[in-house]
């Protein structure tokens, strides 16, 4: 019995899910949280919902905070037209390398590249260590009390641009209220309240996204 909760949720995967099929992976994890053990994946209902924000957005660039085990990425990748890549910041390593393995597994590794370290770190070197522009999406599903800061350090930074779609996760549960008031109130998003339910269970959550009007 693998000792860590998420090297069980990779064990599983790998010895069920269809190897190089990012549906299949995607949908054990789902079956493995609902059915044996709570993970925080974002899930398969607010999944859904991430699913049609990205497919809309079609971006070439995707920056998600907070990989995890890899679940949203390897959602995301999925979706991916070639050539656009996904960067993922993961502070924990030992999650990061169970997300790698994940992502391997599911065979997205060629548009999924893992920053291991903290956001805050991280942001202010993409421009100049990962050779990032701008981000067209951004997917934020670390830890709600970095949300704001995170935001204004894409702004700061220039790494959002006018149309860039920020989405993020827990606004309800456990709660993100200063990014919802940040980006509601600033005056530089559109934003849509997406209601839903946190990951396996009948709790309330939502998905809130912020489309960068400019600076
Ligand atoms: C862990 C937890 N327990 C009870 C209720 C919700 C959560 C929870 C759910 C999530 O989707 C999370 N996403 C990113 N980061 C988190 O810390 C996080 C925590
Ligand atoms: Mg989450």
């Known amino acids: 019995m693998a000792q860590r909760l998420e090297e069980r949720i990779l064990e599983y995967v ?5 190897e190089g099929d990012p ?11 609902s059915q044996n053990e709570w993970a925080m994946h974002v899930g ?32 995301i990748a999925r979706l991916l037209k070639p050539g656009s890549r996904l960067l993922t910041v993961e502070m924990n390593p030992e999650n990061a390398a169970v997300a790698k393995q994940m992502i391997q597994f ?11 370290g903290s956001t805050e770190v991280i942001i202010p070197s993409l421009k100049t260590k990962y050779g990032v522009d701008r981000v067209d999406f ?23 641009k006018k149309g860039s779609v920020l989405l993020a996760d827990n606004v309800v549960f456990p709660g993100a209220p200063d990014f ?10 559109d934003c849509t309240y997406y209601p839903s339910h946190l990951e396996y269970s009948d709790k309330l959550d939502a998905l809130e996204k912020a489309v960068f009007k400019g600076p």
């Open 44 to 75: 398969d209902e607010k999944g859904l919902i991430l699913d049609q924000v990205v497919k809309e957005t079609n971006p070439t660039i995707v920056l998600e905070l907070g990989t995890y085990c890899g679940y949203s990425a390897t959602r």
């Open 138 to 160: 951004v997917f934020i599903d670390h830890f709600s009390e970095r949300y704001t800061a995170d935001t204004k350090l894409l702004e700061e930074c220039q790494l959002i």
């Open 106 to 116: 599911a065979g997205v590794q060629d548009k999924v590249e893992i920053l291991e």
């Open 180 to 189: 919802l008031e940040y980006v509601r109130t600033c005056g530089r998003y």
């Open 14 to 18: 790998k010895q069920h899910a269809a």
């Open 23 to 33: 549906q299949s992976v995607v949908d054990h994890i789902d079956k493995y949280c």
